[in-house]
């Protein structure tokens, strides 16, 4: 996986170093590009090289497998997929601000190390970068098709604001439907995941209605992919995942599991979790175990490990409506296994 990548990561190395570079060494100021780097895995807390500990890149990834499987060459799709990996990335460290999250992948987050406001600043040099970078991926392609390209890409980028202003929305209510829940990740996940296999078709030259259809494929693969980072969050292991266990409930986050645990459980554990859920202060170890414990009882587990199998059972369905040969399409059927069965 990382040499069909290397060219996406070379791309946004290249970008970063480029405008770190120009930047000002004035004594005390942030070496704001070089958080960037820190970011996305490619140095240490102390800004030096480190070994690589980025991400799972997986949407960059399935941009060019998309690309692959439209009929093109993957570098075709690299400069978008670029695009996409540092705009997911950050709405990552906007996320780690509002939520208050000290680690990600195992290492400390922008905020906590910088500060809320440098953080806010990294996140803002990150969108703009993705910009620059979509904008070339834009300039490869006929002038309206270049346009259409940027057109989708920063509406995605308002679908997954949109999304992100719903999650937050959701902290201040007592419940939360499960199809409400469902609408909110459609933005703040799908959305983009959606867009990575669209646009990697659709700089393949796939037919309108084909880069529709990866689009499709994508979107019922984000969300999926959305479940199991729920699953995760409650029940994942943290030599995996990086986070401590039941960390989603440690921070009264309302996650599928809480929201179909709401839905299901009798009137006075219903009463009881929202009382617990109604703080600000992180849940005590003690109260964290008694929730694992109403989890259970109501087999919220098996719900939520039977709606991501169900995700992805339609996300092959809609592989094999593509009606593509097989050889272009098995690399996509084997991300699609994977991410049924990743632990982190």
Known sequence: MRDELAVVEDIMRSVVERYDEAFPRVPGTLPIYRVLAYHLGWMDASLQPAVWAGGKRFRPLLCLRSCVAAGSEPERAAWIAAAIELLHNFTLIHDDVQDRSETRRHRPTVWSLWGDAQAINAGDALFALSQLVALEAAGRLEPSRGAELLRRFNETTLRIVEGQVLDLSFEGRDAVASDEYMVMIERKTAALVAYAAWAGAYVAGAPPERAETFGAFGRVL??????????????????L?????????????KSLPIVLLLERASPVD???LRTLWAG???LAP?????????LERYEVAERVRAAVER?????????ERLDLPSERIEPLRELVARLVVRQR
């Open 241 to 253: 995942t990086g986070k401590a266990r039941g960390d989603d409930l440690r921070r009264r986050k």
């Open 286 to 294: 003690e109260v964290v175990e008694e929730v694992f414990g109403l």
């Open 270 to 272: 219903r009463d009881r």
């Open 280 to 282: 600000s202060d992180e």
């Open 222 to 239: 984000g969300l999926g992919f959305q479940l199991q980072d729920d699953y995760l969050g409650v029940w994942g292991d943290p030599n």
């Open 311 to 319: 995700y992805h059972e339609e996300a092959r369905a809609l592989l």
